[in-house]
């Protein structure tokens, strides 16, 4: 399998910083290609969203050009990439929770995660960045850990009254700024001719599934240059919309 990738980040139109951090790189290791990305946003209401971020990315960075290669060699086991990336986020946490003690601050991030490798994608995810798969339609991947989308989990409110909730930002866990972090984890069957998109909340706030399916499909980003076009077309779509938050999507195409 082959993958084509773009990823593109807007600070959006209101805020100064943009707290979005964000990575996607194609890995090879003895003759074998996986595609891992990931993508983080920083806590806006937070001090210093952008050093958790960026810390976080960083840390699974390192892990994509250090561990991954080793363990391309054979066949990935889930249950040993999940210890690794555990690990990973958990001394994230506490890292970060101690900068904030030092400083004095409170600081946190999301964090979502893909790799894709021999016909298989294995994710992990805290917060309410997304995961979708665009193939014959539009699927969210992830859950967000957030209080809204539990009361619609729970059915104590609408889809239509979460989306203009005034706790929709709440999150319940963020690395970093909770005490525990339990991160949640997928796999599932990653075939040709399908997209992956990671997105933050600035992005997916503001746009319907139609929309994304017209735009992101497979038969319509046939290279990176209209995978770019396509993804700075739905950004502005946001700002035109008045999205508030900083706005980032990393596309992801198999073929």
């Known amino acids: 399998m082959d993958y084509l990738k773009v990823l593109l980040t807007d600070v959006g139109i209101s805020r100064k910083v943009n707290e979005d951090s964000l990575y996607v790189d194609v890995i090879v290791s003895e003759n074998k290609k996986a595609l891992f990305s990931i993508i983080c946003d920083g806590m806006g209401g937070l001090s210093e969203g952008e050093v958790a971020s960026s810390s976080a990315v960083r840390a699974f960075y390192y892990w994509s050009k250090s561990n991954l290669p080793e363990m391309l060699k054979n066949q990935i086991i889930f249950e040993e990439l999940k210890c690794q990336w555990d690990e990973i986020i958990f001394e994230q946490n506490q890292i970060l929770s101690e900068y904030g003690r030092r400083k004095g601050i409170r600081l946190g991030t999301t964090l979502t995660a893909l790799l894709i490798v021999d016909y298989k994608y294995y994710a992990v995810h805290v917060g309410d960045s997304r995961i979708y798969e665009i193939s014959d339609g539009v699927y969210q991947l992830t859950s967000d850990h957030s209080v809204v989308a539990r009361d619609v989990r729970m059915g104590n409110i609408t889809l239509e009254q979460a989306k203009n909730d005034p706790r929709r930002n709440i999150l319940l866990q963020c690395i970093g700024a909770s005490e525990t972090v339990e991160p949640e984890y997928l796999t599932g069957e990653a075939v040709k001719d399908t997209v992956f998109m990671l997105c933050t909340d600035g992005f997916w706030h503001n746009v319907t599934e139609d929309e994304i399916y ?41 073929f």
Not at 235 to 240: A, P
């Open 214 to 254: 017209s735009n992101l499909n497979s038969s319509e980003l046939l290279n990176e240059d209209i995978m770019l076009d396509r993804a700075r077309y739905m950004i502005e779509i946001n700002k035109s919309r008045l999205e508030t938050d900083n706005i980032s999507i990393i596309l992801v195409r198999t």
